[in-house]
Each structure stands twice: as structure tokens, then as C-alpha cells.
């Protein structure tokens, strides 16, 4: 049994994420793969034998369009996902007015699967069925996995997953705003993509309580693998065609 009423002064209080924890998938995958995509986009052209001022074209349209996708597809997908889950509170209100003998078999059961003893899950079902609000909040929780307060709004997914990409997206594209030769160009994309890569990784392991170092690490690996495949293939490429 967990500790009750235990207190150690050496354990430090750490609180939970809070409000923003249903869009770390966003605020990651958002940020991540505007870094990745884009730095193995310009890595492989580069490898073809553009020049700076056309990878810097490619690297343009490519985050703006993966911008633009990554925002309509999290808005869809979201969105989706809310009317689904507005649909089932609809049908659970309906079987609340005409199967409420069915609704309280299925609250008995699951919280008979959640181990309360079942001694006390009469008096724990007499309560829920005392107000609907509360009955619909329960099986909303306990049948559908969501709580009201964590519900998405598909507007702020779709602009964090767009403007969190192009954020991304930067450090692979300025360095050839500035720098005429391409291989230079790559060099300075690709430190600033490994900083990036690695902070992303390295902050997510602060909500996920994880090594920093480990986390930011494979982070920076797994681009690191997808950039020398995209480099070959670009190499490849150039000297073929």
C-alpha cells in the first residue's frame, strides 16, 4: 500500500505538469520535426549539388508546407477527436434517461476493476447516482479516458503544431541566407539543428523525469542517422543523374 500521511523532509514535492500536459505531443512533435524534416531535406540537396540559394528555396517551401500540413492535419485530427467525444457524452446522457440500470452495473464493474473492495462499492455507486453531472464526469473518466479539463482545442493544436514547425524549421534554412557556399552553410545548419535537437530532447526529459543528457543525446542520434542516409541518397542522386 502507498505511504499514508508519510512524510519525508528529503523528498522533494514535484507537481504534476498541469494544463499543458494534453499538448506536450504538440509542443515535441511540433518543434521536433520541423528540425528533423527540414535539416534531412537540406542535407540531401545539398548532397545533389544545390546551391546555397536554392537549398534555401527548397528549405523555405518545404517548411511552409509542412507547416501548413502539420496545422490542418493536428486541426482535423483534433477536432475529430472532440466530436467523437461529444457524440459518446451525448449517447451516455441518452442511456443515463432510459438504461440507468445498465449504466450503474457497468460503474459497479469498473470500479470493481479498480480494486475497491466490494463492500464499499454500493455506497460508492449510491453517490454517483445521486447526480447525474457527477455520474456523467465518472464515466466519461473511467469509459472514455478523458476529463473535462483536459480536453484540446483543435485552433490551439493546429497553431502550436504550425508555428512550433517553422520554429523548428529555422536553424536549417538561415545559415543559407548568409553563407554563399552550401557545405559551409550545412556545417553551421547542422550545429544549430543538433543544439536545437538536443534542448528539445533535453526539456522533454523534465516532464518525463528522465536523463537530460541521455535523452537530449538521442535526440541529436536519431537525426544524426536520418542525415547521413539523406546525405548518401543526395550523393547518390547527383552523381546518377
Avoid: C
Avoid at 35 to 49: A, E, N, T
Avoid at 171 to 194: M, Y
Wanted: glycine fraction near 10%; hydrophobic fraction near 50%.
Amino acid at each position: 500500500m502507498i505511504g499514508r500521511n508519510k512524510v519525508d523532509p528529503a523528498e522533494t514535492y514535484r507537481p504534476h505538469v498541469g494544463p499543458t500536459r494534453q499538448y506536450m505531443r504538440d509542443i515535441i512533435l511540433g518543434v521536433n520535426d520541423g528540425l528533423v524534416s527540414i535539416f534531412l531535406l537540406v542535407v540531401g540537396v545539398v548532397g545533389g549539388g544545390l546551391t546555397s540559394k536554392q537549398v534555401l528555396l527548397a528549405g523555405v517551401a518545404a517548411s511552409i508546407a509542412g507547416a501548413v500540413s502539420m496545422a490542418a492535419g493536428e486541426y482535423m485530427a483534433t477536432k475529430s477527436q472532440e466530436q467523437v467525444f461529444d457524440r459518446e457524452m451525448a449517447l451516455e446522457r441518452e442511456h443515463l434517461r432510459y438504461h440507468r440500470g445498465v449504466e450503474l452495473q457497468e460503474i459497479r464493474d469498473m470500479f470493481g476493476d479498480l480494486g475497491f473492495p466490494e463492500a464499499d462499492i454500493e455506497r460508492v455507486v449510491e453517490i454517483v447516482d445521486a447526480d447525474d453531472e457527477s455520474f456523467l464526469k465518472v464515466m466519461m473518466a473511467l469509459e472514455f479516458g478523458v476529463v473535462e479539463e483536459e480536453r484540446r482545442s483543435p485552433s490551439l493544436a493546429m497553431v502550436m503544431s504550425g508555428v512550433l514547425f517553422l520554429t523548428g524549421s529555422l536553424p536549417s534554412i538561415l545559415p543559407f541566407v548568409f553563407v554563399s557556399d552550401p557545405l559551409t552553410a550545412l556545417w553551421i545548419a547542422a550545429a544549430g539543428s543538433g543544439v536545437g535537437l538536443f534542448v528539445v530532447g533535453a526539456v522533454k526529459s523534465m516532464v518525463t523525469f528522465t536523463n537530460p543528457w541521455v535523452s537530449g543525446l538521442e535526440n541529436v542520434g536519431v537525426a544524426a542517422v536520418g542525415a547521413g542516409v539523406s546525405y548518401l541518397v543526395g550523393s547518390l542522386f547527383d552523381a546518377a543523374v
